[in-house]
């Protein structure tokens, strides 16, 4: 994009607004495509699909209003965050390759997934069924249907928010605070590899929450509907713009530490609304879609190959990107294989790897 | 470290602060150093340093980084002026200046700026009062940014993390990128530019915070001969417009310019005071383990250092004389 656009029209427009439009241009053909793409194919014209959408007697009304545009702007919220959360892990980190499940929110929001399903399990819960992965209503008595309908109604999607919440709160406890960037990486690592192994424990005590756990770590669009895509909305409206005036810490953070502080600015206490920022974003993508992956290490690097942009404008190009990125990716599962669907994570670890199997093919060309 | 090949071969152990220097000397000299914009003010009036309130104070500075005592009860008064620090490897130069910073937790003693201890200051008010340049090192992050972004973070101090910049903060970084020649790159990547200018834009950088004290570690690593002269003369203005300026330098020719020389070793002052003093230049011999003589530049009021031949290079026919 970078070489294409400079033989273009070096005067016309400057990179940032080119990559703005284009983002926007295709965030939106994506959104139609989401409309159109379904599990039988491309089956509708645009046209019947904003009718369809539109028009409430209309045939294909359920489908496209109720199925696919809730999930069409679901994922594309989810990418959003998730590349929000990417940028706002790399320029915490002062690392490239940072990732929003660094802190341990993956790990704590797959532990607490687990533990909701194995309760339900084994506190007889018959077929599970109802939000996201899904969890009965109980049929147990006493005691065990009460825990059981209160870990109902918090769900599996509330679990996992709390667990990722949870998680990253634990990784602070033991780097005492966000002061030291080192300690709080490290810290991450351990409390992923502790909760990853207590799921691990739990998983072989009652194996029938490997299931649940395993379509939680692959990440799925699927079951997204307008109550997730109001939570998932209204988060990013919440972070995006918080995220936006607190950008300036990561430009100066990129100098170093001593120079960021050297500034005037009380590190300890920006880095911890920044951690803050990061576990709602992520916790929030997490508990509504799985862990899904690359989507927030993929779309910084994009944003930033395409533009040298200050953080602010980062953050937001990058919550841009993932979401384009998340919601291409959920209009090619749904449709590669149709009538078959592929686990939207999949494709996205494809994709992603695969991008960075180019990056990586570039530097050693010497680009 | 810059060794000086001299011709000479009678290296004396002790300091020749002789006004007569031999002819030999003198033309060794007026080869290796030759730094007319950086030619002192008029000699007479008592100079700056001596005379103004003290801006920085240590009183029995320690500082430990680990389990390592960087700095053992450090004393120093730093005043307007320019004064250059310098010291062998290790002698906590870096340090001190982060320490001066506030970056650094003090474990005995006290820094004061303005009579005030330093913890005592609001961190953005400090800010405004200490710009602080960091020593570059080679994995320094920003690569990613633009240079100009970077000089605009030095006004951050003034606006706030989320003001916007004024006209005034944009003339501060027009202004400082416009002193270390760094404009032309305004519309360049940090990564993409070479040690010395990555060097000119982060200069620009503690520049623009236009503060009346400036702590830099080794501003003039990775400059050229021009710019290192240009950047000295700009600093030097600085002070003698009532500025403190503390620079650590490794190089001993650019440091006997400065106002004041404060030699650091092991962890304290070793010795203080301008470059002409006697006593300085037997503590900054001592301090180098005679590997140098310091002599007078005819015709000029500087000094410099002459580097005591060494063997390897004696051996080397007609070693080639290094300009500056």
């Known amino acids: 994009m970078n070489t294409l656009a400079a033989a273009a029209a070096p005067r016309a427009m400057s990179p940032q607004r080119r990559l703005g439009i284009a983002l926007l241009v295709g965030t939106a053909l994506l959104w139609l495509a989401g409309l159109l793409a379904g599990s039988d194919g491309w089956t509708l014209s645009p046209w019947q699909a904003l009718a369809a959408l539109a028009d409430p007697g209309h045939d294909w009304h359920l489908v496209v209003a109720q199925i696919r545009a809730p999930r069409t702007l679901g994922a594309w919220a989810v990418g959003a965050l998730l590349g929000l959360a990417g940028a706002l892990a790399q320029g915490l980190f002062r690392n490239p390759l940072a990732d929003p499940y660094l802190l341990g929110s993956a790990a704590g929001a797959s532990l607490a997934v687990v533990l909701v399903l194995a309760l339900g399990t084994v506190l007889g819960a018959g077929a599970a069924a109802g939000t996201g992965i899904g969890l009965g209503s109980g049929n147990g008595v006493g005691p065990a249907r009460d825990l059981l309908a209160a870990a109902d109604q918090v769900g599996v999607v509330g679990a996992a928010f709390i667990g990722a919440l949870v998680g990253i709160a634990l990784t602070l406890m033991l780097a005492r605070g966000a002061a030291q960037t080192l300690r709080l990486l490290l810290a991450g690592v351990v409390v992923g590899v502790m909760l990853t192994a207590v799921s691990d424990l739990v998983t072989t005590a009652v194996p029938q929450a490997l299931r649940g756990r395993q379509s939680f770590m692959l990440g799925n669009t699927a079951l997204l509907g307008w109550g997730s ?42 880095r911890l609304a920044l951690v803050a920022l ?57 449709s590669l294989l149709a009538p078959q669907e592929l686990p939207v994570g999949v494709l996205t670890a494809v994709l992603g790897g695969g991008y960075l199997l180019w990056l990586l093919q570039r530097r050693r060309a010497g680009a | 470290m810059s060794l000086w090949p001299s011709r000479s071969l009678s290296p004396a152990p002790l300091p020749a602060p002789s006004p007569s220097p031999s002819p030999s000397l003198s033309l060794s000299l007026s ?102 340049l960091a020593q570059q090192d080679a994995d320094a992050g920003g690569a990613d940014l633009l240079a100009r972004d970077i000089v605009r973070l030095a006004r951050l101090p003034h606006t706030g993390l989320t003001g916007a910049l004024s006209a005034a903060d944009e003339a501060a970084v027009a202004a400082a990128m416009a002193e270390t020649e760094a404009t032309a790159y305004g519309a360049r990547r940090l990564g993409e530019l070479s040690g010395g200018e990555r060097q000119r834009v ?12 400036l702590l830099l570690d080794e501003p003039t690593a990775h400059l050229d001969a021009p710019h290192q002269r240009a950047l000295l003369a700009g600093l030097r203005q600085r002070a003698a417009a009532g500025a403190t300026v503390v620079t650590v ?30 006593a300085l230049r037997r503590a900054l011999c001592e301090v180098f383990d005679h590997a140098l003589q310091i002599v007078a530049v005819p015709g000029d009021d500087a000094a410099a250092p002459r580097w005591v031949a060494l063997p390897a290079l004696d051996a080397v026919q007609n070693p080639a004389p290094i300009r500056r």
């Open chain 1, 229 to 270: 895509v109001g939570w998932l909305v209204a988060g990013l409206a919440l972070a995006l713009p918080l995220a936006w005036r607190l950008a300036r810490v990561l430009d100066a953070l990129a100098l170093g530490e001593d120079s960021a502080r050297s500034l005037g600015l009380p590190l300890a206490q920006l």
């Open chain 1, 278 to 334: 990061l576990a709602l974003a992520t916790g929030l993508a997490v508990s509504q879609a799985g862990l899904i992956a690359f989507v927030g290490l993929v779309a910084p690097h994009l944003v930033r190959r395409c533009v040298a942009v200050t953080h602010g404008t980062l953050l937001v190009a990058s919550a841009a990107a993932g979401g384009a990125l998340l919601l291409a990716a959920d209009v090619a599962a749904r």
């Open chain 2, 31 to 132: 080869l290796s150093l030759s730094m007319p914009s950086l030619s002192p003010p008029s000699p007479s009036p008592p100079s700056p340093s001596q005379s103004a309130a003290p801006v920085l104070a240590c009183r029995g500075l320690v500082v430990r980084l680990g389990s390592r005592t960087v700095l053992d009860g450090l004393d120093a008064t730093l005043r307007p002026g320019w004064t250059a620090v310098v010291g062998p490897n290790g002698a906590g130069k870096s340090t001190w200046l982060r320490a001066l910073a506030g970056l650094l937790p003090v474990a005995a003693g006290s820094v004061t700026l303005g009579g005030r201890p330093l913890a005592d200051w609001a961190p953005r008010d400090r800010a405004r009062q200490l710009a602080w």
């Open chain 2, 202 to 213: 982060l200069l620009a950088r503690a520049l623009a915070v236009q503060a009346p004290v």
């Open chain 2, 249 to 278: 330098l490794h190089d001993l020719t650019l440091a006997l310019a400065a106002d004041r020389v404060l030699v650091l070793a092991g962890g304290r002052v070793g010795a203080e005071g301008p470059p002409s003093d006697p």
